[in-house]
């Protein structure tokens, strides 16, 4: 409830400033969210240049479009799951990097960020694998057990009992924790390097 109480102040003090705040600031606000939105489009491969679209941008309000750019680059560095995720995140990259004029030192944390997302990807993959080969065995163990007959013929899927997704579940968290935290020092050094 106390959170619900929070969210409402929250919404209500945004409604209140709303109501306070001045033609500039309304106008700033709007630039950063027109460069969250081109920043989306980037994503979305529906632009091919985050430079290109902030030089259309009115010169005054370039600094907040490209910190709205680089706000919506920055959440699109996740620990992708599958192939689509990780193309996302690479287009991420590139526009970070793009936003950056391709400076060295951020094209180096870039390759270091890109490194981590892929070492959890493989991670992830080989627990998962050698979780289902655990649970596989010991299922055959119990068959072998109950029957008195071996069970290697048996096509066993360990991966639908319910065992093995609590133990899955158990692992992934902390794999996905060990990761995110070092993921968040590699957004918090680009958000520093950024100025955003």
């Excluded at 996302?88 to 060295?104: C, K, N, S, T, V």
């Excluded at 995110?180 to 050094?189: C, D, F, K, N, P």
Aim: net charge negative; glycine share 8%.
């Amino acid at each position: 409830m106390a959170e619900i109480r929070s969210t409402m102040d929250l919404v209500m003090e945004k409604a209140a400033r709303m109501g306070k705040a001045t033609a500039d600031e309304m106008e700033q606000e709007a630039s950063r969210k027109q460069g969250m939105q081109l920043a989306a489009e980037f994503l979305n491969q529906e632009s091919e240049s985050l430079a290109e679209c902030l030089a259309q941008q009115a010169s005054s309000l370039q600094v907040i479009t490209r910190k709205g750019m680089l706000e919506a680059l920055l959440r699109n560095l996740f620990l992708a799951r599958d192939e689509e995720g990780l193309q996302r995140i690479d287009r991420a990259i590139q526009g970070i990097i793009e936003l950056g004029g391709g400076a060295g030192d951020l094209t180096a944390i870039c390759q270091e960020l890109q490194g981590i997302i892929s070492q959890y990807d493989k991670h992830r993959n080989q627990y998962y694998e050698q979780l289902k080969e655990q649970m596989r065995m010991q299922i055959e163990q119990m068959v072998a057990q109950k029957t008195g007959m071996p069970a290697d013929g048996l096509n066993i899927d360990p991966t639908t009992e319910p065992q093995f997704k609590e133990e899955w579940s158990r692992l992934e968290g902390e794999l996905n924790g060990q990761y995110e935290q070092a993921l968040e020092q590699y957004r918090t050094q680009l958000k520093q390097r950024l100025g955003v």
